[in-house]
């Protein structure tokens, strides 16, 4: 038998930071596949944030530029802009600095993982035509008894 293969050390971030809880709150499920690829993405750029020395006291500040996300997840801008916002509306991650223009470079916006997502709550959904239906069924069904 060979030596037994481990994974490339770039993967082995996902088993430090992914919070496995993170997965039973409403928040995380009620999450799209861009805004969770966009979580992932930012979960690993904030650990990458927490291990360098001269960071800002507190909590990790990373860049995420949309070429970023347009290199690593084949996304749009407005797809990432939708997640971004999702995100930020959950409370998964908060502007610390907003980007911009500064003498023609691009400066992006600078980030922050958040806990407001631990007592996020979903909208409730609208049952009223749901309500109609059960409704219409059970007139249905009520005249089909009476028929026979």
């Given at each position: ?12 971030w ?7 809880d993170?997965?039973?709150f409403?928040?995380y499920?009620?999450l799209?596949?861009?805004?969770t ?8 750029k904030?650990d990458a944030?927490a ?6 006291p507190?909590?990790?500040v990373?860049p995420?530029p949309f070429?970023e ?7 749009n801008p407005q797809s990432?802009?939708n ?5 930020k509306t959950?409370g998964?991650?908060?502007?610390v600095?907003?980007?911009g223009t500064?003498?023609?470079?691009g400066?992006p916006n ?9 007592t996020?709550t979903?909208?409730l959904?609208?049952?009223a035509?749901i309500e109609?239906?059960?409704a219409?069924?059970?007139?249905r069904?009520?005249a089909?008894a009476?028929?026979?």
């Amino acid at each position: 038998m060979g030596k037994k293969k481990t994974p490339p050390h770039k993967l082995n971030w996902y088993a430090r930071v992914f919070i496995f809880d993170m997965v039973t709150f409403p928040a995380y499920r009620h999450l799209s596949k861009s805004q969770t690829d966009v979580l992932t993405v930012a979960l690993a750029k904030s650990d990458a944030a927490a291990a360098e020395k001269d960071r800002l006291p507190g909590r990790p500040v990373f860049p995420f530029p949309f070429s970023e996300a347009k290199r690593t997840l084949g996304m749009n801008p407005q797809s990432f802009q939708n997640a971004i916002d999702g995100l930020k509306t959950m409370g998964f991650i908060c502007v610390v600095r907003p980007g911009g223009t500064a003498n023609g470079d691009g400066i992006p916006n600078l980030y922050q993982l958040q806990d407001g997502w631990k007592t996020w709550t979903p909208p409730l959904k609208n049952t009223a035509n749901i309500e109609k239906a059960r409704a219409a069924k059970k007139a249905r069904i009520g005249a089909t008894a009476h028929t026979t």
